[in-house]
T-cell receptor, first 116, second 110 residues
Framework: GAGVSQTPSNKVTEKGKYVELRCDPI?????LYWYRQSLGQGPEFLIY????????DSGLPNDRFFAVRPEGSVSTLKIQRTERGDSAVYLC??????????????FGPGTRLTVL | EDQVTQSPEALRLQEGESSSLNCSYT??????LFWYRQDPGKGPEFLFT???AGEEKEKERLKATLTKKESFLHITAPKPEDSATYLC???????????FGTGTRLKVLA
């Protein structure tokens, strides 16, 4: 079956512009995570959705970052007034998140964001 | 503060030369410890979940173990295709947030 997909695969933008990054999780997966990964670093947690709601958004670095998941499937990460420091690979992961089980996360290939 | 430290940062092995990767963690109650493999340009791929000290899991040439302070990923007789970055992550009790280490870049030479 299809895995987690992310679009676009690459995004180049100018400082100060607005960008949207999309994540299509595996069908039926209720849990969805966004991470940011800089070169040579591990993924950095941004936000976790359980269904349509953001259960934990403590990793969002500031109010320029926002994410939605209106129908409990596709999610969009939105970044306003982009800065050069926002350049990174943005990863999305989904899991079944069955009650009481730590289900494995399935990661997408990521979106490489470059802010010039 | 919850923290994960992986060592070494990089490791070069000859094919067939067994070794271990270390993941030290500090967390306020462990919900689970996770190992992932990441190939260049791709997202991490799940390997193992460990829940409590003393637990071990195996998959092909890989074996993961867990103590109260660290986890080891043992690689037995590695092959060049095992070359990748291996990531460790923890999840604390009462949270769904995953904290990743910076990874160990493994290179296995033929």
């Amino acid at each position: 079956g299809a895995g987690v997909s992310q679009t676009p695969s690459n995004k180049v933008t100018e400082k100060g512009k607005y960008v949207e990054l999309r994540c299509d999780p595996i069908s039926g997966h209720t849990a969805l995570y966004w991470y940011r990964q800089s070169l040579g670093q591990g993924p950095e947690f941004l936000i976790y959705f359980q269904g349509t709601g953001a259960a934990d958004d403590s990793g969002l670095p500031n109010d320029r970052f926002f994410a939605v998941r209106p129908e409990g499937s596709v999610s969009t990460l939105k970044i306003q007034r982009t800065e050069r420091g926002d350049s990174a690979v943005y990863l999305c992961a989904s899991s079944l998140n069955r009650q009481g089980n730590q289900d494995e996360q399935f990661f997408g290939p990521g979106t490489r964001l470059t802010v010039l | 503060e919850d923290q994960v430290t992986q060592s070494p940062e990089a490791l070069r092995l000859q094919e067939g030369e067994s070794s271990s990767l270390n993941c030290s963690y500090t967390v306020s109650g462990l919900r689970g410890l996770f190992w992932y493999r990441q190939d260049p340009g791709k997202g991490p791929e799940f390997l193992f979940t460990l829940y409590s000290a003393g637990e071990e899991k195996e998959k092909e040439r890989l074996k993961a173990t867990l103590t109260k302070k660290e986890s080891f990923l043992h690689i037995t007789a590695p092959k060049p295709e095992d070359s990748a970055t291996y990531l460790c992550a923890v999840q604390a009790s009462g949270t769904y947030k995953y904290i990743f280490g910076t990874g160990t870049r493994l290179k296995v030479l033929a």
